[in-house]
């Protein structure tokens, strides 16, 4: 018999894995993780899309592990790059720039600048494994899009104001 596993993050129920690798700091279960990294598989791919530069962005958020300077550094910095593009009008191009812009500051504010913010609850949201299991490229890169949306209207409704004040400051002032 198969034993199941509830993904601490995005709560998909897989198969466990046993001693399956997961990442370092975004808490996942062995499972979603290989699924995660299947997204890139040459014999299932996604349609090209420009959404498919956001994967890490909405797997990092929905995966947020517990506070320490790293996870608090990576959820906001991956939230402000989804807040940018669906809130702000920058273009799924734009990720890499807008994930970049906040290593601009100083070093010595790294760990001060942001802080943890209590994820929202991912009860029955889309996820990965939705994503994967979809039949053809097509599908799965429109629904990969519904996800990251729904990702983020999650995190917006709890922490769409603290993440604007952080994009503000971190991303677009000159003035740091
Ligand atoms: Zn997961």
């Not at 290989?34 to 899309?49: Q, T």
Request: aromatic fraction near 10%.
């Amino acid at each position: 018999m198969t034993t199941l596993e509830t993904c601490p993050g995005c709560q998909a129920v897989l198969p466990k894995i046993e001693n399956g690798a997961i990442h370092r700091y975004m808490t996942s279960s062995a499972g979603c993780w290989a699924i995660f990294n299947s997204l890139n598989d040459p014999d299932r791919p996604l349609a090209p899309s420009t959404f498919n530069n956001l994967i890490v962005d909405a797997y990092a958020v929905q995966h947020p592990g517990t506070p320490s300077d790293q996870t608090i550094n990576s959820v906001a910095i991956h939230a402000m790059v989804l807040y940018g593009i669906l809130e702000r009008g920058f273009k799924p191009e734009q990720a890499l720039w807008l994930r970049q812009r906040p290593g601009r500051i100083k070093s010595t504010e790294k760990h001060s600048r942001f802080h943890w913010l209590t994820p929202p609850a991912f009860a029955s949201s889309l996820n990965v494994t939705d994503v994967a299991n979809c039949k053809t490229p097509l599908e799965r890169s429109e629904l990969l899009e519904r996800w990251i949306k729904d990702v983020w209207s999650r995190w917006s409704e709890e922490h769409g104001e603290q993440i604007g004040i952080w994009f503000e400051r971190f991303v677009i002032s000159e003035r740091l």
